[in-house]
């Protein structure tokens, strides 16, 4: 009888010390709701703002689609891609272009009101945002170095 | 000592190849699900066969023990020649069976050589015990050192050996079998047989393709699971009655199991003390139940073999109940290590185009992996560039991965917690007959 109190106690102790530790919770970390607000991160530069114009665009056309930002950015990794991203969320692609086209538009005008973009800049960005479309820019996208 | 050591390599051919199972996988380029009949084949033949070999060897038991070993190792020549992964997975099933022939038979030769069932059914339960824990870690080191085929060269001339044994042996008729068998003890050996098939599969697997161990050190790394087994079966004879040491055991081996299923962070370190505590429980409960299953039964083969058939159909059981939850699981850790390594890039300080690239790598690489049955390297995913922009994002992304690949896991252990614990059920619901 010992023997099982022994045995009891040494599994016990071990499931304790191992939970206490975190490991119910080790696991991948949760993504961000696309629907909460985020720092704005004071960008330097041109190319940090337009990675925030974009990122916080992102954010809005997710935050419609009830999916998550990560998920969209993995959309735009290619052509097939965006097609299977709009099959499985049932959205045309023209949707989901002028999902991130309204989007962009936002946070341009965001950015600009927050002082992170000079207006001229932010009527340029205005102008590309408006002429070019999102497959065309997933086409873009694959030419950059490290592609 | 010979007979012993035949035991112990055929049983540990029940997980000897689980650390060879990737390069196996490269070799024959087959889906993972059909990999996993290189270990179904060996057990489901051993499970079947057990009870017809133990029947044979009672009447001619050096027979039926020299014809096992000549089969084994020309099906072990086959496996380690195997142009095919048919020809493979064909030459494991005849393993089995070759191998239940020697395992029954090994025990009725024991009984005659040391002319005491008892002590024959020790040194046979211990032989098994050694055996089955020591598979992984034998496996994992001629895995890294010669080759995954030197697993079945190696073990051919280890068993032949073991012919040297019937010199001398006296074939002597053993009366029918006086008894039925013990259905609580068979009924828990293939419980925790079915439990164990986490701690002698999955955490190979998890430490070897999820932690990218090579085979060696992973080889090494379990090896603390058969010495806790060795020590116990030894140390833990003096537990009385038997019911309370399988008891013992049992829980032990729950507890080692359920502390793998939350594991607190990624690392071999973090598994030496569950893997003690279920080597522990190993060689307790086994050892119990074996000695219970055999206790003041005539034809020892006979009751051997329902043990044996009672272990490996268990470990087959626990292959197919634990396999789809591990793969489902593995799966949803794909989509969230892809969308929190994309987190990462996003929310780095590395440049914005750079951030594209790599998180373009991310999904390539996920989707590569997934096809090849390996983990990504991180690094390559990241590329080569200086700065610590860079180290924190390598360090970050595989965190990440660490933490997919180990929760992966989690819910398999708990279920093979779950059903080790069950055995409870048929050990107290008998434990009068257990009470010797």
Excluded at chain 1, 81 to 108: N, P, Y
Excluded at chain 2, 134 to 139: E, F, H, Q
Excluded at chain 2, 158 to 166: Q, T
Aim: contains cysteine; charged residues 15%.
């Amino acid at each position: 009888m010992r023997a099982i109190v022994w045995a009891a106690a040494a599994s016990l102790a071990l499931i304790v010390v191992y939970l206490a530790l975190g490991g119910a919770s080790y696991a991948p970390a949760r993504v961000a709701d696309p629907c909460s607000p985020r720092d704005w991160r004071n960008p330097q530069g041109l190319q940090q703002t337009a990675e925030q114009i974009v990122l916080s665009a992102l954010d809005g056309a997710a935050c419609k689609l009830h999916v998550s930002r990560e998920e969209m950015v993995l959309a735009f990794g290619s052509r097939d891609a965006l097609r299977a991203f709009a099959r499985k969320h049932h959205v045309s692609t023209q949707k989901l272009d002028e999902l991130v086209r309204s989007g962009l538009m936002r946070s341009i005008d965001d950015a600009e009101q927050a002082g992170a973009l000079n207006p001229t800049i932010g009527d340029l960005m205005r102008g590309f945002v408006r002429r070019f479309p999102v497959a065309e820019l997933v086409d873009l996208l694959q030419q950059l170095p490290g592609f | 000592m010979v007979l012993a050591l035949s035991v112990g390599v055929v049983l540990a051919d029940s997980s000897v190849v689980t650390i060879a199972l990737p390069d196996i996988l490269a070799r024959y380029h087959v889906e993972i699900s059909t990999l996993a009949w290189v270990l179904t084949a060996f057990n489901l033949a051993l499970a079947l066969s057990a009870l017809p070999a133990a029947f044979l060897a009672r009447r001619r038991p050096a027979h039926v023990f020299g014809l096992g070993i000549l089969v084994f190792v020309a099906a072990s020549l086959v496996c380690g020649f195997a142009g095919s992964f048919g020809v493979l997975v064909a030459g494991r099933a005849v393993q089995g069976v070759a191998g239940a022939a020697v395992v029954c038979a090994a025990l009725d030769l024991l009984s005659q050589l040391t002319e005491t069932d008892a002590r024959a059914a020790r040194i046979w339960t211990l032989a098994g015990i050694v055996g089955a824990a020591l598979g992984p870690a034998v496996g994992g080191i001629l895995t890294q050192l010669l080759g995954w085929e030197s697993i079945f060269f190696v073990q051919a001339p280890v068993v032949l050996f073991a012919l040297v044994a019937l010199r001398g042996a006296r074939v002597v008729p053993v009366p029918e079998p006086a008894e039925r068998p013990h259905v609580g003890a068979n009924v828990a050996l293939l419980l925790i047989s079915g439990g164990l098939v986490a701690a002698l599969f999955l955490l190979v697997i998890l430490l070897i393709n999820g932690w990218r161990l090579d085979p060696l050190p992973a080889g090494l790394a379990v090896t603390i699971m058969p010495v806790a087994a060795i020590a116990a079966a030894r140390f833990g004879k003096t537990i009385e009655p038997l019911w309370a040491r399988a008891t013992s055991g049992v829980i032990l081996i729950a507890g080692g199991l359920a502390a793998l299923g939350w594991l607190p962070h990624a690392g071999a370190a973090w598994t030496f003390p569950p893997q003690l505590a279920i080597g522990a429980g190993l060689g307790l409960a086994l050892s119990a139940l074996t000695e219970r299953a055999l206790a003041g039964r005539s034809a020892q083969a006979v009751h051997g073999g329902w043990t044996i058939a009672a272990r490996h159909a268990g470990v087959v059981v626990g292959l197919l109940l634990l396999t789809p939850i591990f793969t489902t699981d593995l799966h949803h850790s794909e989509r969230d290590v892809l969308a929190s390594g994309t987190a990462a890039v996003l929310d780095s300080r590395i440049p914005p185009l750079d951030k594209i690239a790599v998180a373009r790598h991310i999904a390539v690489a996920v989707d590569e992996a997934k096809q090849e049955a390996r983990i990504p390297d991180v690094s390559e995913v990241v590329g080569t560039h200086k700065g610590s922009a860079y180290a924190d994002l390598v360090s970050k992304l595989q965190d990440q991965l660490d933490r997919a690949v180990t929760q992966a896991f989690s819910r398999a252990f708990l279920a093979a917690a779950l059903l080790s614990l069950a055995a409870l059920v048929p050990i107290l619901l008998r434990r009068r007959e257990v009470s010797v």
